[in-house]
């Protein structure tokens, strides 16, 4: 992972001011894909993600963030696919912690793309003592793209863009398309 600054086991920034992340995309068997509201988040959703921790690979903290964000065992799921390389993010300057060393810039994230085999009932939102959402709903695969904070946008095209091959191909027709409901 090349990393530098280790905060604690938890918390890495790497060289650059990244945090390494993992992204989860878990759609169900129509490519729907699960979409969280989070907790105090005045209406903010977003995909289920999560911090590297110190020592774990990318395929096991998306294992951990599955379990502790929607409460699902590996085996609820199937992995189809992943990014290549690193997608990057930057925050807004408002969200930059400057009192905070290492400073952290944004996040560098491998997005995972999962098919959820378990009964949608397996999806378990309090699973975890501090939760994440609050509620989930499914949409459309590319409507995360213009719904998510604007900062964000970016590597959500990027990330659905390079899995939407792992799935059926009127995912892989909607490829760049903005919003689709």
Known sequence: ????HV??????????????NVGIVICNADDQVLWGRRINGRD????PQGGVHRGESPEEAMYRE???EVG?????????????GWLHYRLPKRFIRKTESPVCIGQK???FLLRLTAPESAIKLDAHEDPE????????????VSAVVDFKQA????????????LAPRQRNARGRRRQR
């Open 133 to 144: 959402f609050d509620d989930w709903r499914w949409v459309t695969y590319w409507f995360p």
């Open 1 to 4: 992972m090349n990393l530098e």
């Open 7 to 20: 905060i604690d086991n938890e918390r890495v920034i790497d060289r650059e001011g990244f945090r390494p």
């Open 44 to 47: 903010s959703w977003q995909f």
């Open 72 to 84: 699902l065992r590996p085996e609820a799921v199937e992995l189809l696919g992943r990014t290549q």
């Open 109 to 111: 994230q491998i997005w």
């Open 66 to 68: 599955l379990e502790e």
């Open 155 to 166: 590597v959500y095209r990027q990330a659905l863009a390079q899995l939407a091959g792992r």
